[in-house]
């Protein structure tokens, strides 16, 4: 007898073709049967007037972060995410070097505050190891890691001291992990070009990299080192050429066109993606559908000032002296956080000092007048007072330019966000609404209110798309033998209601979720199971 039988529902199979009416039996953790009869099961689902598609596959995620006190991904199933892919931007939990773990701990200041408990247990000497003991711990998704370049780097060489190229036995360090991680089932590297220590390799140092990754037909995501403007497209260029000289699948982390001086570029750089594809390149994007993007203050600083710790650039500022120069430096930094948007346009996310809710939430351009100093003095405070952790949401992209994207075929969605819920320890925290509800702001504002793509392509570019791109076998699709990764929702009323005021808010119409076979939303509501699976490649 099947264990579940859904009955009644449309099923769109993630191939972007037309739906079908047809019933989907489930066993254990498979889809056993797609037929029109109804055989007997032991739970029935009726999905009349509903949708069936695929579990949504986040192309783009950080829960690597979160995961540990968020196991039950709430955010995330809630939109219909059953796998994530995460380790990117650079950013992975492991390896860990116990030498160069103070650098680790500074590296990500900039992304996460870890709390004291978090250092504490944050030892993990591989990544492997991690997500084993996630799994034991049990997860409701399924999780793909990518390996963090900049994690692994610091492993290997540290990160403080030297903007400067790797010594040979470091560089032999950093590829002799990269092939034990990728032979225990990883699924590629990532890299954030425009963050230290990523920000120190040259095209030849990633290409090395991306050649032991294309042995095992691994990918190689990258948030790329400007997207501000004109500067994308040079940006663009240095990815190709690590695909072209490595080989290596690539994709292209969170594709915006930001600052006014790129809007209206969009068609131009999918263009250039395009033509890389004819030339042969496996190229492809992700994005996230939202006009505003997520930065960390300490991105106002040099970057050779950050390069050197949190202890140098502390005191550095806190001396009257430097303020000057490093007023006239944000001043004049086009590469900043600010885009050239204007000060109204950024607005204070989360800090990790209590009393948070003093600040956030306000803009940059509020506070200071607040606090009655120039902007640019308020941010060195803010850096000083916070110790650099204050994360910025900033409105700097063009709402075309988000449907041009959107609208092109070798472009999937991505969240760039973790998973986090409404209570626990991450509830105060304000987060970019892209955490809730990127896959419901796409079935819902995009395909139903506004018509930019159709329904079949947004759940193709959801599900078969990235699972063919990162090689994840018998997921990304509808049919008999996959693994029963399936969401049930409402099409007519699926809609993200997180705001950019108040994140913490589910998705709507999103009312069944399996992962490997079991329920972990059921009539829209979370169940406790926690079904998912650390995804190896094999
Ligand atoms: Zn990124």
């Known amino acids: 007898m099947l264990d579940i039988l859904i009955k009644n529902g449309?099923?769109?199979?993630?191939?972007?073709?037309?739906?079908?009416?047809?019933?989907?039996?489930?066993?254990?953790?498979?889809?056993?049967?797609?037929?029109?009869?109804?055989?007997?099961?032991?739970?029935?689902?009726?999905?009349?007037?509903?949708?069936?598609?695929?579990?949504?596959?986040?192309?783009?995620?950080?829960?690597?972060?979160?995961?540990?006190?968020?196991?039950?991904?709430?955010?995330?199933?809630?939109?219909?995410?059953?796998?994530?892919?995460?380790?990117?931007?650079?950013?992975?939990?492991?390896?860990?070097?116990?030498?160069?773990?103070?650098?680790?701990?500074?590296?990500?200041?900039?992304?996460?505050?870890?709390?004291?408990?978090?250092?504490?247990?944050?030892?993990?000497?591989?990544?492997?190891?991690?997500?084993?003991?996630?799994?034991?711990?049990?997860?409701?998704?399924?999780?793909?890691?990518?390996?963090?370049?900049?994690?692994l780097r610091i492993a290997c060489s540290g990160f403080s001291h030297i903007p400067n190229a790797l010594l040979p036995e470091q560089q032999k360090k950093i590829l002799y992990q990269i092939e034990k991680e990728m032979e225990a089932g990883i699924w590629g590297i990532s890299s954030a070009l425009e963050y230290p220590p990523c920000s120190y390799c040259d095209v030849e140092e990633i290409a090395n990299?991306?050649?032991?990754?294309?042995?095992?037909?691994?990918?190689?995501?990258?948030?790329?080192?400007?997207?501000?403007?004109?500067?994308?497209?040079?940006?663009?260029?240095?990815?190709?050429?690590?695909?072209?000289?490595?080989?290596?699948?690539?994709?292209?982390?969170?594709?915006?066109?930001?600052?006014k001086e790129g809007w209206g570029k969009a068609p131009e750089i999918l263009n250039r993606i395009h033509q890389e594809r004819k030339r042969g390149i496996e190229i492809n994007a992700d994005q996230y559908p939202y006009t505003a993007w997520g930065s960390g203050i300490l991105d106002f600083l040099p970057k050779e000032m950050v390069y050197k710790g949190i202890n140098y650039w502390r005191n550095y500022l806190l001396k009257k002296e430097n303020r000057k120069g490093i007023i006239r430096f944000i001043k004049n930094n086009l590469d900043g956080p600010e885009k050239g948007m204007g000060w109204e346009e950024i607005i204070i996310a989360n800090t990790k000092i209590k009393n948070n809710e003093v600040i956030v939430g306000k803009s940059i351009h509020e506070l200071s007048i607040i606090r009655k100093i120039e902007p640019e003095e308020l941010i060195i405070d803010l850096l000083i007072e916070k110790e650099g952790y204050v994360k910025l949401i900033v409105f700097c992209m063009k709402e075309e330019d988000i449907k041009t994207i959107l609208k092109d075929s070798l472009v999937m969605i991505g969240s760039?966000?973790?998973?986090?819920?409404?209570?626990?320890?991450?509830?105060?925290?304000?987060?970019?609404?892209?955490?809730?509800?990127?896959?419901?702001?796409?079935?819902?504002?995009?395909?139903?209110?506004?018509?930019?793509?159709?329904?079949?392509?947004?759940?193709?570019?959801?599900?078969?798309?990235?699972?063919?791109?990162?090689?994840?076998?018998?997921?990304?699709?509808?049919?008999?033998?996959?693994?029963?990764?399936?969401?049930?929702?409402?099409?007519?009323?699926?809609?993200?209601?997180?705001?950019?005021?108040?994140?913490?808010?589910?998705?709507?119409?999103?009312?069944?979720?399996?992962?490997?076979?079991?329920?972990?939303?059921?009539?829209?509501?979370?169940?406790?199971?926690?079904?998912?699976?650390?995804?190896?490649?094999?």
């Open 416 to 538: 760039d966000g973790r998973a986090v819920s409404p209570y626990g320890k991450f509830s105060n925290v304000h987060f970019h609404p892209r955490y809730y509800g990127t896959f419901p702001r796409i079935l819902g504002k995009y395909v139903r209110e506004e018509k930019v793509i159709s329904l079949p392509e947004a759940i193709r570019k959801m599900t078969y798309m990235p699972a063919t791109k990162i090689g994840l076998r018998d997921r990304g699709q509808i049919t008999e033998g996959a693994f029963a990764d399936i969401v049930i929702f409402n099409p007519q009323t699926v809609i993200d209601n997180a705001t950019f005021e108040n994140s913490h808010r589910f998705s709507s119409g999103i009312r069944e979720v399996l992962v490997n076979g079991k329920l972990v939303v059921e009539g829209g509501k979370l169940t406790s199971s926690l079904p998912g699976k650390f995804l190896r490649r094999k």
């Open 209 to 259: 990299a991306c050649k032991i990754v294309k042995r095992f037909n691994g990918i190689y995501s990258t948030h790329m080192r400007n997207e501000n403007g004109r500067k994308v497209f040079t940006s663009l260029k240095e990815a190709i050429k690590v695909a072209q000289i490595s080989g290596v699948n690539l994709e292209i982390a969170h594709l915006k066109v930001a600052g």
């Open 10 to 151: 449309k099923i769109y199979n993630g191939l972007g073709g037309k739906p079908y009416k047809k019933n989907i039996g489930i066993k254990d953790d498979r889809i056993e049967i797609i037929t029109s009869n109804e055989p007997p099961a032991h739970k029935l689902i009726d999905a009349i007037d509903l949708a069936i598609s695929p579990g949504f596959i986040d192309m783009h995620s950080h829960t690597d972060f979160s995961i540990n006190d968020n196991p039950k991904a709430e955010s995330k199933v809630m939109q219909g995410i059953t796998t994530e892919v995460v380790g990117m931007c650079g950013f992975s939990a492991a390896p860990v070097n116990e030498k160069y773990f103070d650098d680790l701990m500074d590296y990500f200041t900039n992304t996460i505050a870890l709390s004291k408990e978090d250092k504490l247990r944050w030892r993990w000497k591989n990544l492997y190891e991690f997500y084993e003991e996630i799994e034991k711990k049990g997860i409701s998704v399924n999780l793909a890691p990518l390996l963090g370049y900049g994690t």
